[in-house]
């Protein structure tokens, strides 16, 4: 069975870090592109990041570019988020996500990824992993 688990969320102050894991099992990361999507309380799902299967090229939302860095490892099947200086307000569940293309699409540059019209492209879905950020 096709799954892909995320880890390594939890509680940090603000100005931590934290790096997030996406691990696939059932199939192999490097025919997708991978990305991650993070919904906060009573917000919708928004695109964070995404990575092409192939050359790695990276997209990360502009708001965040200067903080998040988005990375992989196909050896061992995984992806990672790397988040740094993080704030009150990227308390999110973080959610990973596969591609149905090796690039990545422009749904993870969604603000509402539900709402999006190519919200199809997600092939696989992860559980999300809960980040809070509070002192």
């Known amino acids: 069975q096709e799954k892909l688990v995320e880890s390594g969320g939890g509680l940090v102050q603000p100005g931590g870090s934290l790096r997030l894991s996406c691990v696939a099992s059932?199939?192999?990361?490097?025919?997708?592109?991978i990305g991650w999507f993070r919904q906060a309380p009573g917000k919708e799902r928004e695109g964070v990041s995404c990575?092409?299967?192939?050359?790695?090229?990276?997209y990360v939302a502009d708001s965040l570019k200067d903080r998040f860095t988005i990375s992989r490892d196909n050896a061992k099947n995984t992806v990672y988020l790397q988040m740094n200086n993080l704030k009150s307000e990227d308390t999110a569940v973080y959610y990973c996500?596969?591609?149905?293309?090796?690039?990545?699409?422009?749904?993870?540059?969604?603000?509402?990824?539900?709402?999006?019209?190519?919200?199809?492209?997600?092939?696989?879905w992860g559980k999300g992993t809960l980040v809070t950020v509070s002192s």
């Open positions: 996500a596969a591609d149905r293309a090796t690039v990545c699409s422009d749904v993870f540059k969604a603000s509402d990824v539900f709402q999006a019209s190519d919200a199809d492209d997600i092939k696989y």
């Open positions: 059932g199939f192999s990361l490097e025919h997708y592109a």
């Open positions: 990575i092409s299967s192939m050359q790695g090229r990276t």
